[in-house]
Protein backbone atom coordinates (compact mmCIF):
# COMPACT_ATOMS: atom_id res chain seq x y z
CA UNK A 1 0.00 0.00 0.00
CA UNK A 2 1.34 3.26 -0.84
CA UNK A 3 0.09 5.97 1.24
CA UNK A 4 3.24 8.35 2.27
CA UNK A 5 4.87 9.82 -0.93
CA UNK A 6 8.25 12.04 0.12
CA UNK A 7 9.47 14.16 -3.31
CA UNK A 8 12.79 15.38 -3.79
CA UNK A 9 14.75 17.84 -5.52
CA UNK A 10 18.35 17.41 -4.84
CA UNK A 11 20.85 20.39 -4.78
CA UNK A 12 24.75 19.36 -6.30
CA UNK A 13 27.52 19.39 -3.31
CA UNK A 14 29.75 21.03 -5.85
CA UNK A 15 30.12 24.51 -5.52
CA UNK A 16 29.69 26.73 -7.58
CA UNK A 17 28.16 30.78 -8.43
CA UNK A 18 24.76 30.45 -8.18
CA UNK A 19 24.25 27.11 -5.64
CA UNK A 20 22.72 29.95 -3.67
CA UNK A 21 20.10 29.94 -5.29
CA UNK A 22 17.07 28.23 -4.29
CA UNK A 23 14.29 28.66 -6.62
CA UNK A 24 12.25 25.27 -6.99
CA UNK A 25 11.62 24.05 -10.24
CA UNK A 26 7.43 23.53 -10.55
CA UNK A 27 7.44 19.62 -11.08
CA UNK A 28 6.99 18.25 -8.02
CA UNK A 29 5.37 20.87 -6.79
CA UNK A 30 2.81 20.72 -9.63
CA UNK A 31 3.19 16.30 -9.31
CA UNK A 32 2.38 16.96 -5.30
CA UNK A 33 -0.53 18.92 -5.60
CA UNK A 34 -2.39 16.04 -8.01
CA UNK A 35 -1.17 13.36 -5.51
CA UNK A 36 -2.28 15.50 -2.52
CA UNK A 37 -5.99 16.03 -4.33
CA UNK A 38 -6.24 11.98 -4.61
CA UNK A 39 -5.97 10.94 -0.77
CA UNK A 40 -1.97 11.07 -0.47
CA UNK A 41 0.16 12.15 2.03
CA UNK A 42 2.88 14.29 0.27
CA UNK A 43 5.96 16.14 1.70
CA UNK A 44 8.57 18.11 -0.65
CA UNK A 45 11.99 18.57 0.07
CA UNK A 46 14.56 20.35 -1.34
CA UNK A 47 18.65 19.97 -0.54
CA UNK A 48 21.79 18.33 -1.04
CA UNK A 49 21.35 14.80 1.00
CA UNK A 50 23.28 16.19 3.99
CA UNK A 51 20.63 18.74 4.49
CA UNK A 52 17.61 16.47 4.46
CA UNK A 53 15.70 15.11 6.90
CA UNK A 54 15.99 11.35 6.88
CA UNK A 55 13.82 9.92 9.80
CA UNK A 56 10.71 11.58 7.91
CA UNK A 57 12.02 10.62 4.63
CA UNK A 58 12.69 6.98 5.45
CA UNK A 59 9.29 6.60 7.01
CA UNK A 60 7.53 6.88 3.84
CA UNK A 61 5.80 4.27 1.30
CA UNK A 62 7.59 5.71 -1.92
CA UNK A 63 10.04 8.30 -2.67
CA UNK A 64 9.98 11.01 -6.06
CA UNK A 65 13.15 12.45 -7.27
CA UNK A 66 13.25 15.17 -9.60
CA UNK A 67 16.95 15.70 -11.48
CA UNK A 68 18.33 18.07 -14.07
CA UNK A 69 22.20 16.80 -14.93
CA UNK A 70 24.22 18.56 -12.49
CA UNK A 71 22.23 17.20 -9.94
CA UNK A 72 21.74 13.70 -11.16
CA UNK A 73 25.22 12.59 -9.13
CA UNK A 74 23.08 13.70 -5.65
CA UNK A 75 20.00 12.43 -6.80
CA UNK A 76 21.78 8.73 -7.38
CA UNK A 77 23.42 8.95 -4.19
CA UNK A 78 19.97 9.72 -1.96
CA UNK A 79 18.44 6.91 -4.65
CA UNK A 80 20.56 4.48 -3.57
CA UNK A 81 20.45 5.18 0.04
CA UNK A 82 16.66 4.67 -0.36
CA UNK A 83 16.69 1.82 -2.03
CA UNK A 84 19.00 -0.01 0.05
CA UNK A 85 15.86 0.61 2.86
CA UNK A 86 13.42 -0.99 0.51
CA UNK A 87 11.97 2.24 -0.24
CA UNK A 88 10.87 1.79 -3.86
CA UNK A 89 12.15 5.11 -5.86
CA UNK A 90 10.73 6.60 -9.06
CA UNK A 91 13.32 9.02 -10.88
CA UNK A 92 12.42 11.93 -13.49
CA UNK A 93 13.21 14.87 -14.73
CA UNK A 94 15.18 16.04 -17.76
CA UNK A 95 18.10 13.93 -17.28
CA UNK A 96 16.27 11.06 -16.23
CA UNK A 97 14.32 11.43 -19.83
CA UNK A 98 17.55 11.05 -22.23
CA UNK A 99 19.53 8.78 -20.17
CA UNK A 100 17.05 6.46 -18.66
CA UNK A 101 19.23 3.09 -18.81
CA UNK A 102 21.50 5.04 -16.19
CA UNK A 103 19.16 5.79 -14.05
CA UNK A 104 17.70 2.88 -13.52
CA UNK A 105 20.71 1.27 -12.00
CA UNK A 106 19.83 2.98 -9.43
CA UNK A 107 16.01 3.75 -9.31
CA UNK A 108 12.76 1.13 -10.05
CA UNK A 109 11.25 3.21 -12.07
CA UNK A 110 12.19 5.69 -14.91
CA UNK A 111 9.59 8.48 -15.60
CA UNK A 112 10.86 9.83 -19.26
CA UNK A 113 9.02 13.38 -20.75
CA UNK A 114 6.65 15.64 -18.81
CA UNK A 115 4.86 14.01 -16.46
CA UNK A 116 1.84 15.45 -15.70
CA UNK A 117 0.01 12.72 -16.94
CA UNK A 118 1.57 9.43 -15.90
CA UNK A 119 3.27 10.24 -12.48
CA UNK A 120 -0.20 9.31 -10.66
CA UNK A 121 -1.67 6.49 -12.75
CA UNK A 122 1.85 4.33 -11.59
CA UNK A 123 1.85 5.29 -8.10
CA UNK A 124 -1.50 3.95 -8.46
CA UNK A 125 -0.61 1.19 -10.34
CA UNK A 126 2.21 0.68 -7.92
CA UNK A 127 -0.48 0.84 -4.90
CA UNK A 128 -2.74 -1.90 -6.70
CA UNK A 129 0.78 -4.34 -7.40
CA UNK A 130 0.53 -3.81 -11.01
CA UNK A 131 3.03 -3.33 -13.40
CA UNK A 132 2.79 -0.50 -15.48
CA UNK A 133 2.84 -1.82 -18.80
CA UNK A 134 0.45 0.20 -19.95
CA UNK A 135 1.16 3.86 -18.82
CA UNK A 136 3.29 5.93 -21.53
CA UNK A 137 6.92 7.35 -20.52
CA UNK A 138 7.40 4.35 -18.09
CA UNK A 139 10.96 2.73 -17.76
CA UNK A 140 11.62 -0.59 -15.40
CA UNK A 141 13.23 -4.00 -15.24
CA UNK A 142 11.42 -6.80 -15.84
CA UNK A 143 13.32 -10.13 -15.55
CA UNK A 144 16.84 -8.08 -15.65
CA UNK A 145 15.66 -6.66 -18.39
CA UNK A 146 14.97 -2.35 -19.47
CA UNK A 147 11.57 -1.64 -20.76
CA UNK A 148 10.86 1.06 -21.97
CA UNK A 149 7.41 1.86 -22.86
CA UNK A 150 6.40 3.95 -25.83
CA UNK A 151 6.87 8.07 -24.81
CA UNK A 152 3.46 9.88 -24.30
CA UNK A 153 2.43 11.53 -27.23
CA UNK A 154 -0.48 13.68 -25.77
CA UNK A 155 0.75 17.13 -25.00
CA UNK A 156 -0.31 18.48 -21.75
CA UNK A 157 -2.94 20.89 -21.51
CA UNK A 158 -2.07 23.07 -19.09
CA UNK A 159 -5.16 24.48 -18.25
CA UNK A 160 -5.82 21.32 -16.87
CA UNK A 161 -2.99 21.54 -13.98
CA UNK A 162 -3.71 22.44 -10.69
CA UNK A 163 -2.12 25.54 -9.01
CA UNK A 164 0.49 24.41 -7.27
CA UNK A 165 0.65 23.73 -3.55
CA UNK A 166 3.93 25.29 -2.32
CA UNK A 167 3.09 24.73 0.83
CA UNK A 168 3.73 21.44 0.46
CA UNK A 169 7.72 22.37 -0.02
CA UNK A 170 9.54 21.95 3.38
CA UNK A 171 12.14 24.37 2.82
CA UNK A 172 12.07 25.88 6.20
CA UNK A 173 12.36 29.22 5.50
CA UNK A 174 9.72 31.53 2.69
CA UNK A 175 10.91 32.08 -0.87
CA UNK A 176 11.68 35.28 -1.87
CA UNK A 177 10.34 34.96 -5.23
CA UNK A 178 7.51 32.81 -6.22
CA UNK A 179 7.82 30.83 -9.32
CA UNK A 180 5.09 31.19 -11.49
CA UNK A 181 4.75 28.74 -14.66
CA UNK A 182 2.39 30.39 -17.77
CA UNK A 183 3.79 28.76 -20.26
CA UNK A 184 6.25 25.53 -21.69
CA UNK A 185 7.85 24.91 -25.18
CA UNK A 186 10.03 27.34 -27.05
CA UNK A 187 9.37 27.88 -30.57
CA UNK A 188 13.56 28.57 -31.31
CA UNK A 189 16.29 25.75 -31.25
CA UNK A 190 19.47 26.68 -29.63
CA UNK A 191 21.81 23.63 -30.29
CA UNK A 192 22.83 23.73 -26.86
CA UNK A 193 19.92 23.74 -25.27
CA UNK A 194 17.91 20.64 -23.70
CA UNK A 195 13.89 22.63 -23.38
CA UNK A 196 13.07 21.66 -27.27
CA UNK A 197 13.74 18.29 -26.78
CA UNK A 198 11.77 17.81 -23.45
CA UNK A 199 8.63 19.85 -23.97
CA UNK A 200 8.83 20.43 -27.94
CA UNK A 201 8.77 23.69 -30.28
CA UNK A 202 5.31 24.35 -30.22
CA UNK A 203 4.62 27.05 -27.87
CA UNK A 204 1.92 25.80 -24.99
CA UNK A 205 0.48 28.57 -22.35
CA UNK A 206 -2.21 28.64 -19.40
CA UNK A 207 -4.92 30.97 -20.16
CA UNK A 208 -4.82 34.29 -19.30
CA UNK A 209 -7.62 33.58 -16.50
CA UNK A 210 -5.93 31.12 -14.55
CA UNK A 211 -2.40 33.23 -14.46
CA UNK A 212 -4.11 35.89 -13.12
CA UNK A 213 -5.81 33.99 -10.45
CA UNK A 214 -3.37 31.98 -9.57
CA UNK A 215 -0.82 35.75 -9.12
CA UNK A 216 -3.63 37.22 -7.23
CA UNK A 217 -3.06 34.96 -4.51
CA UNK A 218 0.47 36.28 -4.24
CA UNK A 219 -0.40 39.83 -2.88
CA UNK A 220 2.71 41.66 -2.56
CA UNK A 221 5.35 38.87 -3.19
CA UNK A 222 8.31 38.91 -6.08
CA UNK A 223 7.15 36.65 -8.85
CA UNK A 224 9.51 34.57 -11.43
CA UNK A 225 8.34 34.20 -14.65
CA UNK A 226 9.68 30.28 -15.51
CA UNK A 227 9.08 30.29 -18.61
CA UNK A 228 11.62 29.12 -20.70
CA UNK A 229 10.81 32.23 -23.40
CA UNK A 230 7.87 34.47 -21.37
CA UNK A 231 7.78 36.49 -24.67
CA UNK A 232 7.70 33.95 -27.36
CA UNK A 233 4.17 35.18 -28.05
CA UNK A 234 4.27 38.40 -27.87
CA UNK A 235 0.83 38.80 -28.48
CA UNK A 236 -0.42 36.45 -25.14
CA UNK A 237 2.61 38.25 -23.28
CA UNK A 238 0.49 41.58 -23.57
CA UNK A 239 -2.60 40.09 -23.17
CA UNK A 240 -1.39 39.00 -19.45
CA UNK A 241 0.33 41.86 -18.44
CA UNK A 242 -2.68 44.00 -19.63
CA UNK A 243 -4.70 41.92 -17.39
CA UNK A 244 -2.61 42.21 -14.23
CA UNK A 245 -2.98 45.95 -15.19
CA UNK A 246 -6.60 45.57 -15.07
CA UNK A 247 -7.30 43.42 -12.53
CA UNK A 248 -4.87 45.71 -9.94
CA UNK A 249 -2.51 42.70 -9.01
CA UNK A 250 -0.20 44.42 -7.06
CA UNK A 251 3.10 42.63 -7.36
CA UNK A 252 6.61 43.55 -5.65
CA UNK A 253 8.04 43.01 -9.11
CA UNK A 254 8.79 40.18 -11.29
CA UNK A 255 11.40 38.92 -13.59
CA UNK A 256 11.31 36.44 -16.74
CA UNK A 257 13.51 34.73 -19.22
CA UNK A 258 13.30 36.78 -22.36
CA UNK A 259 14.72 36.93 -25.64
CA UNK A 260 16.57 39.95 -27.25
CA UNK A 261 14.01 40.39 -29.90
CA UNK A 262 11.35 41.63 -26.54
CA UNK A 263 13.74 44.81 -26.63
CA UNK A 264 12.17 45.73 -30.28
CA UNK A 265 8.49 46.13 -29.31
CA UNK A 266 7.63 49.25 -27.29
CA UNK A 267 4.18 48.48 -26.66
CA UNK A 268 5.53 45.32 -24.44
CA UNK A 269 8.36 47.12 -23.01
CA UNK A 270 5.42 49.62 -21.68
CA UNK A 271 3.25 47.36 -20.22
CA UNK A 272 6.57 45.13 -18.84
CA UNK A 273 7.16 48.53 -16.89
CA UNK A 274 3.75 49.35 -15.91
CA UNK A 275 2.58 45.98 -14.63
CA UNK A 276 5.94 45.54 -12.48
CA UNK A 277 9.16 43.93 -14.17
CA UNK A 278 12.16 44.38 -12.43
CA UNK A 279 14.73 42.18 -14.62
CA UNK A 280 15.12 40.11 -17.46
CA UNK A 281 17.42 37.03 -17.88
CA UNK A 282 18.68 37.10 -21.79
CA UNK A 283 20.41 34.37 -23.13
CA UNK A 284 22.87 36.85 -25.47
CA UNK A 285 25.05 33.86 -25.72
CA UNK A 286 28.05 35.93 -27.55
CA UNK A 287 29.23 38.64 -29.27
CA UNK A 288 31.30 36.13 -31.89
CA UNK A 289 28.62 36.06 -35.02
CA UNK A 290 30.37 32.88 -36.07
CA UNK A 291 29.22 31.51 -32.73
CA UNK A 292 26.09 33.39 -32.77
CA UNK A 293 25.23 31.59 -36.31
CA UNK A 294 26.30 27.76 -34.72
CA UNK A 295 24.31 28.20 -31.71
CA UNK A 296 21.59 28.98 -34.24
CA UNK A 297 20.56 32.26 -32.20
CA UNK A 298 19.03 33.98 -34.59
CA UNK A 299 20.53 37.66 -33.64
CA UNK A 300 23.29 39.62 -33.86
CA UNK A 301 25.58 41.83 -31.42
CA UNK A 302 24.12 44.90 -32.90
CA UNK A 303 20.80 43.51 -31.29
CA UNK A 304 22.39 42.84 -28.09
CA UNK A 305 23.86 46.09 -28.24
CA UNK A 306 19.92 47.71 -28.94
CA UNK A 307 18.41 45.26 -26.45
CA UNK A 308 20.40 46.46 -23.24
CA UNK A 309 19.87 49.63 -23.98
CA UNK A 310 16.07 49.89 -24.56
CA UNK A 311 15.53 47.89 -21.51
CA UNK A 312 17.28 50.52 -19.70
CA UNK A 313 15.37 53.20 -21.17
CA UNK A 314 12.15 51.37 -19.46
CA UNK A 315 13.83 51.15 -16.06
CA UNK A 316 14.34 47.37 -16.45
CA UNK A 317 17.79 45.68 -15.24
CA UNK A 318 19.00 42.85 -17.56
CA UNK A 319 20.78 40.31 -16.31
CA UNK A 320 23.13 38.49 -19.63
CA UNK A 321 23.66 35.14 -19.66
CA UNK A 322 26.89 34.20 -22.38
CA UNK A 323 28.28 30.73 -23.30
CA UNK A 324 32.02 30.17 -23.86
CA UNK A 325 33.50 27.62 -25.86
CA UNK A 326 31.93 27.27 -29.03
CA UNK A 327 34.39 25.88 -32.05
CA UNK A 328 34.57 29.27 -32.90
CA UNK A 329 35.46 30.88 -29.51
CA UNK A 330 39.46 31.68 -28.91
CA UNK A 331 40.56 32.98 -25.40
CA UNK A 332 40.30 36.87 -27.27
CA UNK A 333 36.60 35.81 -27.25
CA UNK A 334 36.14 35.46 -23.90
CA UNK A 335 38.55 38.77 -22.91
CA UNK A 336 36.26 41.01 -24.96
CA UNK A 337 33.07 39.51 -23.52
CA UNK A 338 33.66 40.63 -20.59
CA UNK A 339 34.79 43.83 -21.93
CA UNK A 340 32.10 44.46 -24.00
CA UNK A 341 29.07 43.86 -21.07
CA UNK A 342 30.75 46.37 -19.39
CA UNK A 343 30.87 48.92 -21.94
CA UNK A 344 27.23 48.51 -22.47
CA UNK A 345 26.45 48.43 -19.12
CA UNK A 346 24.61 45.22 -18.42
CA UNK A 347 23.68 44.98 -14.97
CA UNK A 348 24.64 41.72 -13.64
CA UNK A 349 26.30 38.36 -16.14
CA UNK A 350 26.29 35.12 -15.85
CA UNK A 351 29.65 34.02 -18.10
CA UNK A 352 29.47 29.99 -18.58
CA UNK A 353 31.45 27.12 -20.54
CA UNK A 354 29.45 25.82 -22.96
CA UNK A 355 27.84 22.29 -21.36
CA UNK A 356 26.85 19.46 -23.60
CA UNK A 357 23.64 18.51 -21.97
CA UNK A 358 21.89 15.17 -22.77
CA UNK A 359 18.92 15.53 -25.04
CA UNK A 360 20.64 18.34 -27.35
CA UNK A 361 22.38 17.82 -30.81
CA UNK A 362 25.72 19.30 -28.90
CA UNK A 363 25.99 16.15 -26.88
CA UNK A 364 25.40 13.93 -30.06
CA UNK A 365 28.07 16.01 -31.93
CA UNK A 366 30.83 16.15 -29.15
CA UNK A 367 30.33 12.37 -28.20
CA UNK A 368 30.91 11.40 -31.40
CA UNK A 369 33.44 13.35 -32.25
CA UNK A 370 35.17 11.88 -29.11
CA UNK A 371 35.72 15.30 -27.02
CA UNK A 372 33.75 14.61 -24.26
CA UNK A 373 36.11 14.49 -20.95
CA UNK A 374 34.11 13.28 -18.50
CA UNK A 375 30.97 11.93 -17.67
CA UNK A 376 30.66 13.22 -14.25
CA UNK A 377 27.46 15.30 -14.65
CA UNK A 378 27.82 16.93 -11.53
CA UNK A 379 30.70 19.36 -13.32
CA UNK A 380 27.81 20.03 -16.30
CA UNK A 381 26.67 22.84 -14.14
CA UNK A 382 27.79 25.38 -16.78
CA UNK A 383 31.26 26.20 -14.24
CA UNK A 384 33.18 23.52 -15.48
CA UNK A 385 34.71 22.70 -18.52
CA UNK A 386 33.87 19.45 -19.53
CA UNK A 387 35.20 19.08 -23.58
CA UNK A 388 38.00 19.89 -25.31
CA UNK A 389 37.56 22.72 -26.97
CA UNK A 390 38.43 23.53 -30.32
CA UNK A 391 40.68 26.47 -30.33
CA UNK A 392 41.70 26.68 -27.05
CA UNK A 393 42.72 23.54 -24.12
CA UNK A 394 39.99 23.02 -21.54
CA UNK A 395 42.28 24.67 -19.16
CA UNK A 396 42.35 27.66 -20.71
CA UNK A 397 38.26 27.63 -20.99
CA UNK A 398 38.15 27.18 -17.23
CA UNK A 399 40.63 29.99 -15.90
CA UNK A 400 39.93 32.76 -19.02
CA UNK A 401 35.83 32.04 -17.77
CA UNK A 402 37.21 32.57 -14.18
CA UNK A 403 38.85 35.59 -15.16
CA UNK A 404 36.11 37.31 -17.24
CA UNK A 405 34.22 36.69 -14.28
CA UNK A 406 36.11 38.85 -12.24
CA UNK A 407 36.87 41.41 -14.53
CA UNK A 408 33.38 42.33 -14.31
CA UNK A 409 32.66 42.13 -10.63
CA UNK A 410 35.45 43.79 -9.63
CA UNK A 411 35.48 46.42 -6.57
CA UNK A 412 36.61 49.48 -10.17
CA UNK A 413 32.67 48.69 -11.67
CA UNK A 414 29.99 47.92 -8.82
CA UNK A 415 28.94 51.06 -8.58
CA UNK A 416 28.69 51.49 -11.89
CA UNK A 417 24.81 51.70 -12.53
CA UNK A 418 23.93 53.14 -9.83
CA UNK A 419 22.30 56.29 -11.43
CA UNK A 420 21.20 53.69 -14.55
CA UNK A 421 19.38 51.26 -12.68
CA UNK A 422 20.15 51.77 -8.95
CA UNK A 423 21.38 50.38 -5.74
CA UNK A 424 20.39 47.17 -6.25
CA UNK A 425 22.47 46.42 -8.95
CA UNK A 426 25.42 47.38 -7.25
CA UNK A 427 24.29 44.19 -4.40
CA UNK A 428 23.90 41.86 -6.76
CA UNK A 429 27.34 42.84 -8.19
CA UNK A 430 28.51 42.78 -4.30
CA UNK A 431 27.72 39.67 -3.70
CA UNK A 432 28.81 38.40 -7.85
CA UNK A 433 32.40 39.60 -6.20
CA UNK A 434 32.31 37.43 -3.22
CA UNK A 435 31.40 34.51 -5.38
CA UNK A 436 33.39 34.75 -7.75
CA UNK A 437 36.23 34.35 -5.58
CA UNK A 438 34.82 31.72 -3.37
CA UNK A 439 34.22 29.29 -6.14
CA UNK A 440 37.82 30.09 -7.64
CA UNK A 441 39.11 29.08 -4.42
CA UNK A 442 37.38 25.81 -4.10
CA UNK A 443 37.96 25.23 -7.33
CA UNK A 444 42.07 25.23 -7.80
CA UNK A 445 42.08 21.28 -7.97
CA UNK A 446 39.87 21.27 -11.18
CA UNK A 447 42.62 22.49 -14.06
CA UNK A 448 45.03 19.61 -12.90
CA UNK A 449 41.98 17.21 -13.16
CA UNK A 450 41.04 18.44 -16.56
CA UNK A 451 45.13 17.58 -17.16
CA UNK A 452 44.17 13.97 -16.23
CA UNK A 453 40.96 13.34 -17.58
CA UNK A 454 42.60 13.72 -21.34
CA UNK A 455 44.88 10.60 -20.48
CA UNK A 456 43.02 8.38 -23.07
CA UNK A 457 44.14 5.13 -22.43
CA UNK A 458 43.10 3.05 -19.26
CA UNK A 459 45.97 1.26 -17.54
CA UNK A 460 45.18 -1.95 -15.83
CA UNK A 461 47.30 -2.28 -13.01
CA UNK A 462 46.83 -5.87 -10.93
CA UNK A 463 48.01 -4.96 -6.85
CA UNK A 464 47.40 -7.65 -5.16
CA UNK A 465 46.88 -11.47 -4.60
CA UNK A 466 46.33 -12.46 -0.86
CA UNK A 467 45.57 -16.06 0.73
CA UNK A 468 42.70 -16.29 3.42
CA UNK A 469 42.20 -19.66 5.71
CA UNK A 470 38.87 -20.34 5.02
CA UNK A 471 37.28 -20.23 8.59
CA UNK A 472 34.68 -21.69 10.95
CA UNK A 473 30.97 -19.38 10.41
CA UNK A 474 27.49 -19.67 8.26
CA UNK A 475 29.47 -17.98 5.76
CA UNK A 476 32.96 -19.60 5.74
CA UNK A 477 31.63 -22.88 5.91
CA UNK A 478 30.44 -22.02 2.19
CA UNK A 479 33.76 -21.16 0.93
CA UNK A 480 36.69 -23.31 0.34
CA UNK A 481 39.69 -24.39 2.12
CA UNK A 482 41.90 -21.31 0.90
CA UNK A 483 39.99 -18.45 -0.68
CA UNK A 484 41.98 -15.55 -2.81
CA UNK A 485 40.94 -11.55 -2.24
CA UNK A 486 41.68 -10.17 -5.58
CA UNK A 487 42.28 -6.56 -5.84
CA UNK A 488 42.35 -4.89 -9.01
CA UNK A 489 42.62 -1.10 -10.07
CA UNK A 490 42.87 0.56 -13.35
CA UNK A 491 42.65 4.25 -14.57
CA UNK A 492 41.03 5.75 -17.56
CA UNK A 493 40.61 9.59 -18.36
CA UNK A 494 41.43 10.44 -14.54
CA UNK A 495 38.72 8.04 -12.80
CA UNK A 496 40.19 4.96 -10.76
CA UNK A 497 38.40 1.72 -11.51
CA UNK A 498 38.99 -0.86 -7.93
CA UNK A 499 37.74 -4.22 -8.39
CA UNK A 500 37.49 -6.31 -5.37
CA UNK A 501 36.86 -10.28 -5.54
CA UNK A 502 37.14 -12.70 -2.32
CA UNK A 503 36.62 -12.86 0.75
CA UNK A 504 36.94 -10.15 3.78
CA UNK A 505 37.40 -10.58 6.93
CA UNK A 506 38.74 -8.19 10.13
CA UNK A 507 42.36 -9.23 9.43
CA UNK A 508 42.31 -8.97 5.58
CA UNK A 509 40.71 -5.87 5.74
CA UNK A 510 42.87 -3.94 7.67
CA UNK A 511 45.57 -5.41 4.98
CA UNK A 512 42.98 -3.96 2.11
CA UNK A 513 42.74 -0.72 3.77
CA UNK A 514 46.44 -0.48 4.37
CA UNK A 515 47.52 -1.14 0.53
CA UNK A 516 44.62 0.92 -0.85
CA UNK A 517 45.90 3.99 1.00
CA UNK A 518 49.07 3.61 -0.24
CA UNK A 519 48.04 3.13 -3.94
CA UNK A 520 45.28 6.15 -4.09
CA UNK A 521 47.03 9.46 -5.17
CA UNK A 522 47.12 12.19 -3.14
CA UNK A 523 43.95 13.93 -4.87
CA UNK A 524 41.44 11.07 -6.20
CA UNK A 525 39.00 12.71 -8.42
CA UNK A 526 36.67 9.78 -8.94
CA UNK A 527 36.68 6.45 -7.59
CA UNK A 528 34.50 3.71 -8.63
CA UNK A 529 34.90 0.31 -6.79
CA UNK A 530 33.32 -2.74 -7.91
CA UNK A 531 32.09 -5.38 -4.59
CA UNK A 532 29.79 -7.26 -6.68
CA UNK A 533 32.25 -10.46 -6.01
CA UNK A 534 33.16 -9.66 -2.91
CA UNK A 535 31.94 -11.80 0.27
CA UNK A 536 32.33 -10.79 4.09
CA UNK A 537 32.97 -12.64 7.19
CA UNK A 538 30.07 -11.64 9.10
CA UNK A 539 27.76 -8.80 9.06
CA UNK A 540 30.32 -6.79 11.17
CA UNK A 541 32.98 -7.28 8.98
CA UNK A 542 30.56 -6.11 6.35
CA UNK A 543 29.35 -2.59 8.42
CA UNK A 544 33.66 -1.93 8.55
CA UNK A 545 34.03 -1.88 5.23
CA UNK A 546 31.33 0.12 5.24
CA UNK A 547 32.59 2.32 7.29
CA UNK A 548 35.81 2.41 5.65
CA UNK A 549 34.32 3.34 2.53
CA UNK A 550 32.72 6.53 3.95
CA UNK A 551 35.86 7.16 5.14
CA UNK A 552 37.32 7.08 1.49
CA UNK A 553 34.58 9.06 0.73
CA UNK A 554 35.96 12.24 2.29
CA UNK A 555 39.37 11.79 0.48
CA UNK A 556 37.99 11.27 -2.82
CA UNK A 557 35.33 13.91 -4.67
CA UNK A 558 33.03 11.42 -6.30
CA UNK A 559 32.73 7.59 -4.90
CA UNK A 560 30.77 4.75 -6.73
CA UNK A 561 30.12 1.37 -5.02
CA UNK A 562 28.78 -1.13 -7.39
CA UNK A 563 26.76 -4.61 -4.97
CA UNK A 564 24.50 -6.84 -6.59
CA UNK A 565 21.02 -6.35 -6.79
CA UNK A 566 19.32 -9.06 -5.94
CA UNK A 567 19.70 -10.98 -1.94
CA UNK A 568 21.75 -9.61 0.71
CA UNK A 569 24.94 -7.80 -0.21
CA UNK A 570 22.94 -4.64 -0.73
CA UNK A 571 21.97 -4.50 2.88
CA UNK A 572 25.50 -6.17 4.01
CA UNK A 573 27.07 -2.40 2.95
CA UNK A 574 24.88 -0.41 4.89
CA UNK A 575 24.21 -2.60 8.00
CA UNK A 576 20.50 -3.98 8.88
CA UNK A 577 19.88 -0.88 11.74
CA UNK A 578 16.64 0.69 10.83
CA UNK A 579 18.20 3.79 13.01
CA UNK A 580 21.22 4.38 11.15
CA UNK A 581 19.33 7.24 8.63
CA UNK A 582 22.91 9.15 7.99
CA UNK A 583 22.92 9.33 3.88
CA UNK A 584 26.96 7.71 3.05
CA UNK A 585 29.21 9.67 1.08
CA UNK A 586 28.80 6.80 -1.43
CA UNK A 587 26.69 6.23 -4.07
CA UNK A 588 25.34 2.35 -3.35
CA UNK A 589 25.08 1.42 -7.26
CA UNK A 590 22.34 -1.75 -7.13
CA UNK A 591 23.73 -3.60 -10.29
CA UNK A 592 20.84 -5.87 -11.54
CA UNK A 593 22.22 -6.58 -15.29
Sequence with gaps: MVKRIVLIEPQSKEDHVYKNVRMPRLGLPLLGTQL???????????????SLPWPKIVAADLAGISTTTSTSREAYRIA????????????????ATFMPDEALQYADFVLRGEADLTFLPLIKALGEGTTPDDIPGVSFRRDGQAVHNPSCLQSVELDRLPIPNLTL???????????????????????????TAMFGRRYRFRSTEKVLKELAAY???????????FTANPRRSKELLQGMRDYKIGLKGWGAQVRVDAA?????????????AKIVYIGLESINPATLESYNKQQSVADIDSC????HDYGIRVHGMFVFGSDSDTV??????????????????QFLTLTPLPGTPLFEQLEAEGRLLTRDWELYDGH????????????????ETIKAFKRFYSFNHIFQNVFLTGWSTSLYRGVGWWLVRHFERQNRWYPQTLKQMRQVNPRPVPLLYRLVKGRQGSLAANLTAESVLKVYLAENKGVLYLRLRGFIDRLNLKELIRTVQGLLPRRCFHLVVNTEGLRFSSEQAALRFSRYLNRLGERVRRLQVVVSGEGEPKKNMLGKKRRRFKLPRFELLLNKR
Excluded: W
Design 36 to 50: QAAGYSVSIYMGPGS
Design 80 to 95: GFLRSRGIPVVLGGIH
Design 169 to 195: LKLGRPLRSIPVMTSRGCPFNCTFCSV
Design 219 to 229: GRRSVFFCDDN
Design 264 to 276: QDDELLDLMRRSG
Design 308 to 311: VRRF
Design 332 to 349: QTIRDTAEFALETRIDSV
Design 384 to 399: HAVFQPALMTPEQLQE
